[in-house]
């Protein structure tokens, strides 16, 4: 079991930038892809970006390339989303999710953290 915990979003005008960080428990961290996902209100969860067990690959939805960044510090747990040039559109609840190597899908999930970006 991994639990996963959100933090890290606010208000933010257009522009601006934000770090999400997502600690995980557990002693098994590495072992997981981690993924960030979002939902916008009355839409539905869409994939943003991915990095691999080691942090040595990383994919990003085309709408977030060049302004997102995703990171991991396996020794500290936690996985990052650092969002810049943010945009209207970008707000959302952002949630992370944890998908074992064993698994096709995102097996765990997070609460969530609110992103609101005013124009």
């Known amino acids: 079991q991994v639990q996963l915990v959100e933090s890290g979003g606010g208000l933010v005008q257009a522009g601006g930038s934000l770090r999400l960080s997502c600690a995980a428990s557990?002693?098994?961290?590495?072992?997981?892809?981690m993924g960030w996902f979002r939902q916008a209100p009355g839409k539905e969860r869409e994939f943003v970006a991915r990095?691999?067990?080691?942090?040595?690959?990383?994919y990003y939805t085309d709408s977030v390339k060049g302004r997102f960044t995703i990171s991991r510090d396996n020794a500290k747990n936690t996985v990052f989303l650092q969002v810049n040039s943010l945009k209207p559109e970008d707000t959302a609840v952002y949630y992370c999710?944890?998908?074992?190597?064993?698994?096709?899908?995102?097996?765990?999930w997070g609460q969530g953290t609110h992103v609101t970006v005013s124009s």
């Open positions: 999710a944890a998908r074992s190597r064993y698994s096709s899908t995102y097996d765990f």
């Open positions: 990095i691999s067990q080691n942090g040595g690959i990383t």
């Open positions: 557990g002693r098994t961290f590495s072992t997981y892809t």
